[in-house]
């Protein structure tokens, strides 16, 4: 039925966040994995809070997290199974990867540009802006090839926590 399917299609989505986080952040003690329904969300992986350091690594790995749930549904599903769902991850990924290079100057191949101390001084376009927006690009284009690698790499765990979620 499609309400088992959308059911599985979230317990693997959830499968990949967890297991990738675990795979990639550890020290990020993960408190619950659910496929239940709350609000607009379909299931959720909920976190333990933790302090973070916010290092070039930190931002990479959160991106990595936040594409894992869609990479699993395809994973699993095929192409035409990745859906509206996964909103929260998307909108969170892009940010995530724009504070890495604009806001806290991370990103090695852009360099230490702040453009929110750009914009105070009164410059608010120009080529180091459409490099910032190529870069932005590119380092979600990278999350999602070291991701997809992480996925196919650990399948089977990913497997085995979507079934152990419909199962529980």
Same mark, same amino acid.
């Not at 496929?35 to 690594?57: P, T």
């Not at 199974?81 to 940010?95: E, L, R, V, Y």
């Given at each position: 039925?499609?309400?088992?399917?959308?059911?599985?299609?979230?317990?693997?989505?959830?499968?990949?966040?967890?297991?990738?986080? =675990?795979?990639?952040?550890?020290?990020?003690?993960?408190?619950?994995?659910?496929?239940?329904?709350?609000?607009?969300?379909?299931?959720?992986?909920?976190?333990?809070?933790?302090?973070?350091?916010?290092?070039?690594?930190?931002?990479?790995?959160?991106?990595?997290?936040?594409?894992?749930?869609?990479?699993?549904?395809?994973?699993?599903?095929?192409?035409?199974?990745?859906?509206?769902?996964?909103?929260?991850?998307?909108?969170?990924?892009?940010?995530?990867?724009?504070?890495?290079?604009?806001?806290?100057? =991370?990103?090695?191949?852009?360099?230490?540009?702040?453009?929110?101390? =750009?914009?105070?001084?009164?410059?608010?376009?120009?080529?180091?802006?459409?490099?910032?927006?190529?870069?932005?690009?590119?380092?979600?284009?990278?999350?999602?090839?070291?991701?997809?690698?992480?996925?196919?790499?650990?399948?089977?765990?990913?497997?085995?926590?979507?079934?152990? =979620?419909?199962?529980?």
């Amino acid at each position: 039925s499609t309400e088992s399917i959308e059911l599985e299609s979230v317990a693997y989505h959830e499968a990949g966040h967890a297991v990738v986080s =675990l795979l990639l952040r550890p020290e990020f003690r993960i408190d619950k994995v659910t496929i239940e329904q709350n609000g607009s969300a379909a299931g959720c992986v909920s976190f333990v809070e933790r302090k973070s350091r916010y290092n070039q690594e930190f931002f990479l790995e959160h991106l990595c997290v936040a594409i894992s749930g869609q990479l699993a549904q395809i994973r699993q599903f095929g192409e035409n199974s990745a859906d509206a769902g996964a909103i929260s991850d998307f909108t969170n990924a892009p940010q995530l990867a724009w504070d890495y290079i604009s806001r806290f100057g =991370l990103d090695p191949e852009f360099g230490p540009v702040i453009l929110d101390a =750009l914009k105070e001084n009164g410059v608010h376009s120009g080529w180091l802006f459409d490099e910032s927006q190529r870069r932005l690009q590119s380092v979600l284009k990278e999350a999602q090839a070291k991701t997809a690698v992480i996925v196919d790499t650990h399948w089977e765990k990913i497997r085995s926590v979507a079934l152990l =979620l419909l199962d529980k």
